[in-house]
């Protein structure tokens, strides 16, 4: 409600005396002698930088260096944790108090009026605002009146009442823009008129008006969608999902969880490791100083400078001696650091912290593709993110357990929560049929999550056809590439392009059912689709050249390398050792394309909630839009005389001759089966494949022969359904235990 006033009394104020005048107090700080405005201001700024300061070391847990090391110690000590919280929030109110010269006593009485605003309706709040914009008017006529009396009118002044004229004042219904006028004001303003209405001997009538009800909004209607016209880059008929005029709005940056700020690595544990360090290397001769320690989330490097004469490839032969002095688990020795002239030392941290993706995420860099995926955090503990664009292609490898599974979900969730379906098209390939799934339902999918090795070899075989047909288009075009193709393309007012990201969660099983077709369409994909737009992500569990081949990581330079067993695993991967002393738990060695430096760095760690949270943000804006025909088989990709039989894995005519053969000979190799059954070596090998899944033999040790596993007894449980058929008589039949010797130069 709205309050009129209407004074019965002249409304002349009485001229102040110039003693009260000048006697009045002025609002704000009372300065001391010599200490002016400009001190003051700088000491607030002063606070309040050591206060964001002191926020940013002990609420959100960043690193400050010694100086914050020491003072979140010392408040710690002095106040514990809730006190030295309650310290930095009453610096940072100094600060800004100091800052706005606004005393103690103004700050709480304003916040007092403020909560009596709020709490005690709106009617109480009209009324402060009407009688304080009434206040203000006697104010400023006042004014007026002692400056006609002193100087005389003005043209200044003109419309103001001379000192003899009667001059009634009266407010006019309080509107909406008087209620924004006090609102404005009403922390300040109420209290001069609260405090000036006490001296006044004027008696003042209220006059109550009702308030007249706003007239509610009329709701507009919400817009229909309508299906758009047009095609989708594969040429069918354009859903609504992925219409022109649809805006795609991407996941909130809330659907990411941050970490919760842990602690790093105490700085007195570093010195002591330090002097261990440089004391065992003494002792085996090696002398050495410490010239820098860089902590990361979960190792540390220690940076040694080497004295004139001491080879590198000393330090390299003490690992082990170091790792058993100072108690750890795996040392890995840089000899030396890439660009400088250190050897380093990296050693596992006693307490180590977990990277969030949330805590790395940042958007999409400037000049870079809707590709972008953030891996985690380096040693220096600055994020790391890659542009698959640029990549163009990834191999992930590592154990069961290393972080492999993590990694992917990690690219896929970073590039979900920047690119549109308009931008980024996405393959998956999930053989385990568990670690993809939650992906299913988004928007972005060209088809749906591939879980048959088959369709799988179908779906490899058919981008090809899609990267054939694009580069088609860009020769009409006249362009090198997707981005030119796609800028001229929106100029002449056509639908963009978008980028296709295949992802393989298990390349080992596709190598298994048909290596031959998915070798060649990997290699295919990987020389010439990078200027088409489409991309690979191949992650596997099984780091051997059988799965990982030589043409494969010539045609793919980026490499992501979890935990190993062995050396050997870590040159099929990264084509050198290092992997084999990573710690786990997403701890991986990432070589960019086009360079040879490793770099090391913390996996980045999402859950399935974050997962869910960012999938149904995409769900709920529309349904994937699938492309039934990458699916199936290519025109003229069965060879004659070859059966889809082939891309079953346990499924072959002369498997369960193969069981007896090698039972009765109790050996196994590709070139016995070749020539006893007289197949091909590729057949052959699908065959021994066959009977290590099976159990019959062993797997692949180097040099050494396979060992038969099982004896003729246990031939009824293992051969097939309808089996039992004696060996052709085409097929030799040596003694048990007799050998053929051409397979000892089998491998």
């Known amino acids: 409600m709205f309050v009129r006033q209407k004074r019965s009394a002249p409304a002349r104020r009485k001229k102040p005396a110039k003693g009260k005048k000048a006697a009045k107090p002025r609002r704000g700080l009372h300065l001391p002698d010599g200490i002016e405005q400009r001190h003051l201001d700088l000491l607030g700024l002063f606070l309040l930088a050591a206060s964001i300061y002191l926020i940013f070391v002990l609420f959100a847990g960043w690193e ?60 109480d709040a009209a009324r402060t605002a009407a009688r304080t914009h009434a206040d203000w008017r006697e104010d400023r006529r006042a004014r007026a009146e002692e400056a006609e009396t002193s100087a005389g009118p003005t043209d200044v002044m003109k419309g103001y009442p001379e000192d003899d004229e009667d001059f009634e004042p009266t407010v006019a219904l309080a ?11 009403i922390f300040d303003r109420a209290a001069e008129a609260a405090e000036e209405a006490e001296g006044e001997d004027e008696e003042a009538e209220t006059e109550i008006v009702a308030e007249e009800p706003e007239p509610e909004p009329e709701r507009l209607p919400e817009p229909a969608l309508t299906e758009a016209p047009g095609k989708t880059p594969m040429g069918n008929t354009r859903g609504v999902t992925v219409a022109d005029d649809l805006d795609y709005n991407p996941p909130p940056m809330k659907a990411l969880e941050r970490g919760k700020g842990d602690k790093g690595p105490d700085p007195r544990d ?169 992906y299913e339902n988004v928007p972005h999918l060209l088809t749906p999550v591939v879980t048959s090795p088959r369709l799988a070899a179908n779906v490899l075989s058919n981008l090809i056809g899609e990267m054939e047909s694009r580069y088609g288009i860009m020769s009409q075009a006249r362009c090198r590439n997707l981005a030119e193709l796609n800028t001229k393309r929106e100029r002449e007012g056509e639908l963009p392009l978008p980028h296709i990201l295949c992802v393989i969660d298990e390349l080992a099983d596709l190598m298994m059912v048909a290596p031959a077709e998915v070798e060649d369409s990997i290699i295919r994909l990987a020389q010439k689709s990078r200027a088409t737009g489409i991309h690979l992500v191949l992650a596997t569990q099984r780091p051997s050249t059988d799965i990982i081949t030589g043409t494969i990581k010539v045609n793919i330079p980026a490499r992501i390398a979890f935990a190993v067993s062995s050396q050997t695993d870590s040159r ?34 999402i859950t399935e909630d974050e997962i869910a949270r960012i999938t149904n943000h995409w769900a709920r804006q529309g349904e994937p839009e699938f492309e039934e025909e990458l699916l199936e088989t290519p025109e003229g990709a069965v060879e004659e005389g070859r059966g889809e039989d082939d891309f079953d894995p346990d499924s072959d005519d002369l498997l369960d001759e193969a069981i007896r053969l090698v039972v009765q000979t109790e050996t196994a190799s590709v070139s ?49 359904p309808g089996g039992g058929d004696p060996i052709p008589a085409h097929v030799s039949q040596p003694g048990p235990g007799a050998g053929d010797p051409a397979d000892d130069f089998d491998s």
């Open 64 to 123: 400050g260096g010694k100086v914050g090391y020491g003072l979140e110690t010392a408040l710690l000590y002095l106040f514990g944790s809730v006190g030295a919280r309650i310290f930095v929030l009453l610096l940072l109110a100094s600060g800004l108090m100091l800052l706005t010269g606004t005393s103690v006593s103004t700050l709480a009485r304003g916040i007092g009026r403020g909560l009596h605003a709020i709490f005690m309706g709106g009617g």
């Open 175 to 185: 509107d909406d823009d008087t209620a924004d006028f006090a609102a404005a004001g």
């Open 270 to 438: 570093q010195e002591a490791i330090g002097r261990k360090l440089i004391e065992t290397l003494g002792h085996f001769g090696v002398e050495a100083k410490i010239i820098g320690v860089v902590s990361g989330p979960h190792v540390s490097l220690y940076e040694l400078r080497l004295a004139p004469g001491i080879k590198v490839k000393k330090v390299t032969e003490l690992a082990n001696d170091l790792a058993y002095a100072l108690a750890s688990t795996d040392i890995r020795i840089l000899a030396p650091i890439p660009g400088k002239q250190a050897v380093g030392v990296e050693v596992p941290n006693t307490r180590r912290r977990m990277v969030r993706l949330g805590d790395i995420y940042a958007g999409r860099p400037e000049k870079t593709s809707p590709l972008v995926a953030w891996l985690g955090k380096g040693i220096d503990g600055n994020a790391v993110w890659t542009d698959l664009a640029k990549m163009p292609h990834v191999l992930v490898a590592g154990t069961t357990g290393s972080g492999k599974s993590g990694c992917i979900n990690a690219i896929l969730s970073s590039i979900l929560m920047q690119a549109t379906p308009n931008d980024v098209r996405l393959v998956l390939v999930d053989p385990k049929q568990v670690e993809l799934n939650h």
């Open 572 to 605: 099929v991967i990264l084509d050198q050792g290092g992997a084999e002393a990573l710690l786990g738990q997403g701890d991986m060695l990432f070589r960019g394309a086009g360079t040879s430096k490793m770099q090391r760095v913390q996996g980045a760690f």
């Open 672 to 720: 016995m089966i070749q020539r006893r059954l007289r197949v091909g070596y590729t057949r052959a090998g699908r065959l021994i494949d066959m009977l290590e899944r099976r159990g019959v033999i062993s797997g692949y040790e180097g040099s050494k022969p396979r060992q038969v596993l099982i004896t003729q007894a246990d031939l009824a449980r293992v051969l097939q």
